[in-house]
Structures are given as structure tokens and as C-alpha cells.
């Protein structure tokens, strides 16, 4: 830019914002400092929990990183990247989101320093790179291996996921559940967390929740004639309507008489009585079907001593359909005794004031219920995502075979692994790898922190077990001393920490590389408010564009 009197050409629309270079890196940064600083405090078994109250005044009181990051609405569009590595965490494990934001916002802090004293961003990122394929190295070779026979350590691994949650005091019977959950769904090493239900009543204890062979939907039985309880179901699941069509084509049909009316109507009611008869002969005493079922069939099914229930979700249906091994029909007059599935009883039931279909007592089923109960609804919603961890890690654990101690272990030995490794490397990149293996330390101390301990000298301790090849000294983070984390039972599953390194290195390398925010007007007004104190100083609105 010089300073001649030219005509300014503007190349975006009026309003638009635009920060450029530097300071689009400094206010990135701080952003997304900002977001990793708002879960900090709720890592870990001390950690504290947040309460959110959304635009309609619902309140969730959470320590699940996730949770508050979504409930938050954040609306910077670089702190929103950080919330899409807790999302991404949350997709492939299930647990460690906090982790996995609290690293990148350390990377990015890290990052600024090195900013500061004129280090090239792209020698950064590509210094965080090498350094987190080292990384990931170094944890492979730390891990552990197990298998599902391990059930003393999946049990471990879930209990360590409920820890400072909402379950803690449940957490033995729970973890029992979660792990039990997990085996019955796994097939050898193919394990679909959505094969698990987890549903939540209200009412009654924590100690109350229990594990169904089956599924547990919040439907109905369709009329009060139809038995109530079913032993040895066979079950029907049809995915079609089971009504008459209305005709595509108008037309008109001339009725003169009563006679032909009453013709018309038989004939109906026949067609309805077919299509019941299809599912009675197949020899059902349940229908399952995922479209809406006709009065008059109704009463057929009723007549027949069929329970039935319509409108069942789709997910529902396929869970059902693994819990009880039916094939999901949808034509009729195809269903034959094969498709059935089975289920020792299903049953109606009232809990609380809501009606629920039980189908359970499966033979081995692929699909089951985790059924949470709690005194309150924020008790149950906490448990439940408490219990989702739980569920996760032990999935991860059982996927891989490969898990590692946690309570800050695996971060110190990788911190100084990888120290050693920056000092095998000559240049600026050096100095990136050294904030990357600097950044690993943001785990302990936090976890120190968080319990209202002085970290200095438990990170001094911490480091010198590491020394003695201690690999899984850790943090007590009652005493602020060091632990064997392995030993005390605080485990994890190896991709906790792999998934939460890698998102991490990703988003702060994009962050980093950033260098021109444009904005377009109409998001502008929306910016300021969300801004972390001190940040967007950017250029006042109307500067679109360049002086030349
Ligand atoms: P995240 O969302 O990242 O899973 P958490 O609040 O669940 O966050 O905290 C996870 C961290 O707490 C991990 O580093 C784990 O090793 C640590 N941790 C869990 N249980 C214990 C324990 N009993 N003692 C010390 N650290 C623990
Ligand atoms: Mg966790």
C-alpha cells in the first residue's frame, strides 16, 4: 500500500469485512483459545460441570465437552472449527472431546509464541505435522494390547470414562452394564455403537438402570384389546402401510343403491382382512410396522390375539430387526415364517405416566437396550452421556485391542519422547516439534489444576517417574502425587488419544494457515458480541476494499 491519492478499488460487497494477515492470525488464535478455555476446567475427574440455558430457558448441566460446545452456539467461524474436532472426536470415539479441544487450543497457544518470535507459519505447520505423525508413532509403541477375555480392564476403561461425571457413584454397576452391552453386540471385532440403545427414564435410582436383551421403543401397544403381554413373540417388522391406498387417479364411483355401498365397504374390509390374515397365517403374534395401520385392521389383529404396533421409527425397526433377527418386509404376501423374529416376551408398560414397548428376552441378540434411570431429568441426561462414554471407550478398546494408561501418562511420556526426537531435527522446524511436545503437557497440569492443586511440583514429580521409565506414572489428582496409572486402573483405549492428537494438529495447522478473513455483511453484526475480550480488531465496516 502506498500512500498516493488513488481511487480505492473495491473488489467485495458493500459491508463486508475483511482482516488480513497477521491480525486474522492473532484474532483465529484467540478464538480459538477462547473455546478450549471455556472445557478446560471440566477435564477430568475434578473437573467442574456447566451449566447452559438455551434461548427457551431448558437448562443442562454438563461436564461433556461435546455438549457444551454445541449447547454453546458459537458463532466465530474459526472457534466454530475447533467445535468441529470435539464433534469429530465425539463421531469416532465417543469420549475425549475435552482432550482433543484443550490440545488444539494448547497447539495454537504454542503456535503464537513462535508467531511472536517471527517464525513463518508454514514452518509451524509443517513442524506440527512431522510431529504428530511422531506422535502417533510413540503411542503405538506404548499402547497395550487386550482382548474381550480382558473383562477386569474393559470394565476399568468404562469406569474411567463415567469418572467426575454424574455416574460416579454408580459407576462399578454401570460399567458393568456398558461392558456387557458391548460384548453382546460385537461381532468379532465389528462393533456399531448403534446397535446399543440408550434410553433414559425418570424415576427411581441410578442402581435401577438395567441392561435389556432387546429393544425398549416408546410406542404403544395399538388398542387395549390386544394382549398386553406376548411370550415366545414371533415378531413381524413391515415397513409398508398397512391401509388402502387411496387411488392415485380421481375417480368417480357412481353408488346407487345402499346395497352397492355396503358392496364397497365389504370389499374394503375384506382387503384388510387379507392383509391381516398374511401376517396371522406367517404365524406373528407381534407386528412391528413402520407405517400406520387401518381401524379395521386393527380390530382384525386384536381379534386375533396379535399385539401390534404402528409407527415405529426407522432406527427402531433395524435395531429390532438385529435384537431379534427378522428381515424388515415389505410386501405382504411375502412374508413367510422365516421373517420372523423372536423375543422371549414382549410386553407393555407403563413407566411413569409413558408407555413403552419392552422387547426383550432375545436369543443372542445383535441389538440391546441400556435403560438409565436417575431421581431427575438432569441426573438421568448426565448419566446417559456418561454412560455413552463408557460405552464408547470399551468399543474403541474392543475394536482395536490396543489401550493405554491415562490420568496424564501417556501425554508425559509422548511430551518427552518427542522432545528427544525435536532434538534430532535442525532448523526452525525444531522448534516447532518442541511446542508440540510442550503442548502434550497441557493434559497433566490441567488435570492438577482442575483439583485445586499446585501443579509445579506434581509436573516435577510426574517427569522424573517418566525418567525412571515409569511409563504410566500419572496424576492422583486427590493427592496431586504421582500414580501408576495402569496399576490404579485409570485406562483408556489407545484412539482416545490417537483421534484427539490428530484432530487437534489438523485444526491448529488450518488455523494457522490462515491468512484473510472476508466476511460477508451478513454475518457481520452477529461477530462482534461473540468475540473473547480484546479480540477483532478488524477493519471498521465499508473497508472492502484495497487502497492501491
Ligand atoms: P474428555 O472429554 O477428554 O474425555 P474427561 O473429563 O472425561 O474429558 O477427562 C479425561 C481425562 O481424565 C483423561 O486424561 C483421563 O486419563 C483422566 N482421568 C480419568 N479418570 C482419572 C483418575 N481416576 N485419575 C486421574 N485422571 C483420570
Ligand atoms: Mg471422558
Redesign the pocket.
Known amino acids: 500500500m502506498t500512500q498516493q491519492q488513488v481511487q480505492p478499488i473495491f473488489i467485495l460487497p458493500e459491508g463486508s469485512q475483511r482482516t488480513l494477515g497477521k491480525e486474522a492470525q492473532r484474532n483465529n488464535i484467540l478464538a480459538a483459545k477462547a473455546v478450549a478455555e471455556t472445557v478446560r476446567t471440566?477435564?477430568?475427574?475434578k473437573?467442574m460441570d456447566k451449566m447452559i440455558v438455551d434461548t427457551l430457558g431448558d437448562v443442562t448441566v454438563t461436564?461433556?465437552?461435546v455438549t457444551i460446545l454445541e449447547d454453546m452456539n458459537i458463532e466465530h467461524p474459526s472457534a466454530k472449527m475447533i467445535v468441529e474436532v470435539a464433534k469429530t472426536q465425539e463421531n469416532e470415539v465417543g469420549?475425549?472431546?475435552?482432550?482433543?479441544v484443550?490440545l488444539a487450543g494448547e497447539l495454537l497457544k504454542n503456535a503464537e509464541e513462535l508467531l511472536d518470535q517471527d517464525v513463518h507459519p508454514a514452518v509451524i505447520s509443517r513442524g506440527y505435522r512431522l510431529a504428530e505423525v511422531k506422535a502417533q508413532e510413540i503411542l503405538n509403541q506404548m499402547a497395550e494390547k487386550i482382548t474381550a477375555n480382558n473383562e477386569d480392564i474393559l470394565k476399568k476403561i468404562a469406569q474411567?470414562?463415567m469418572?467426575?461425571?454424574g455416574a460416579e457413584y454408580s459407576k462399578e454397576s454401570l460399567a458393568a452394564l456398558a461392558v456387557k452391552a458391548v460384548k453382546m453386540v460385537a461381532e468379532d471385532k465389528h462393533i456399531d455403537r448403534d446397535n446399543i440403545k440408550i434410553e433414559k427414564r425418570t424415576g427411581g435410582s441410578v442402581q435401577d438402570s438395567e441392561l435389556i436383551k432387546g429393544i425398549v421403543i416408546d410406542k404403544e401397544r395399538l388398542s387395549p384389546g390386544m394382549p398386553r403381554v406376548i411370550a415366545d413373540a414371533k415378531i413381524a417388522l413391515i415397513d409398508r402401510e398397512i391401509e388402502i391406498k387411496k387411488t392415485e387417479i380421481d375417480a368417480n364411483i357412481q353408488i346407487k343403491t345402499p346395497d352397492q355401498l355396503q358392496g364397497f365397504l365389504d370389499q374394503e374390509e375384506k382387503m384388510l382382512q387379507d392383509m391381516v390374515n398374511y401376517i396371522t397365517s406367517a404365524g406373528a403374534n407381534v407386528l412391528l410396522c413402520q407405517k400406520g395401520i387401518d381401524d379395521v385392521a386393527t380390530h382384525y389383529l386384536a381379534k386375533n390375539g396379535v399385539y401390534a404396533v404402528r409407527r415405529v421409527s426407522e432406527s427402531d425397526m433395524k435395531k429390532i430387526a438385529k435384537a431379534t433377527r427378522a428381515n424388515i418386509i415389505n410386501n405382504l404376501k411375502d412374508l413367510s415364517g422365516n421373517d420372523l423374529g423372536f423375543a422371549g416376551t414382549v410386553e407393555g408398560k407403563k413407566v411413569g405416566d409413558e408407555e413403552f414397548t419392552y422387547i426383550q428376552d432375545c436369543k443372542n441378540p445383535k441389538a440391546v437396550t441400556l435403560l438409565i434411570r436417575g431421581g431427575t431429568e438432569h441426573v438421568t441426561s448426565e448419566i446417559e452421556r456418561a454412560v455413552t462414554?463408557a460405552v464408547g471407550d470399551v468399543a474403541a478398546a474392543l475394536k482395536t485391542g490396543l489401550v493405554v494408561g491415562?490420568?496424564?501418562s501417556p501425554?508425559i511420556e509422548l511430551s518427552m519422547s518427542m522432545k528427544k526426537y525435536a532434538n534430532s531435527l535442525s532448523g526452525r522446524e525444531q522448534l516447532a516439534v518442541m511446542a508440540f511436545a510442550n503442548a502434550m503437557e497441557v493434559?497433566p497440569r490441567t488435570?492438577v489444576e482442575n483439583a485445586g492443586l499446585d501443579p509445579i511440583d506434581s509436573m516435577a514429580d510426574i517427569k522424573a517417574a517418566h525418567s525412571k521409565k515409569q511409563k504410566w506414572a500419572?496424576?492422583?489428582?486427590f493427592t496431586g502425587k504421582v500414580m501408576d496409572?495402569w496399576k490404579?486402573g485409570?485406562i483408556?483405549p489407545l484412539n482416545?488419544k490417537t483421534q484427539?492428537i490428530s484432530s487437534a494438529a489438523e485444526v491448529s495447522v488450518m488455523v494457522l494457515r490462515i491468512d484473510d478473513v472476508i466476511q460477508s455483511a451478513s454475518s457481520n453484526d452477529q461477530m462482534p458480541q461473540q468475540m473473547p475480550p480484546g479480540g477483532m480488531g478488524g477493519m471498521p465496516p465499508g473497508m472492502g476494499g484495497m487502497g492501491m
Open positions: 471440566t477435564l477430568g475427574p473437573g461436564n461433556d465437552g469420549d475425549g472431546t475435552t482432550t482433543a484443550v474411567t470414562a469418572t467426575g461425571k462414554d491415562g490420568a496424564g501425554e493434559i488435570l500419572g496424576i492422583d489428582v496409572a490404579r485409570v483408556e482416545i484427539a
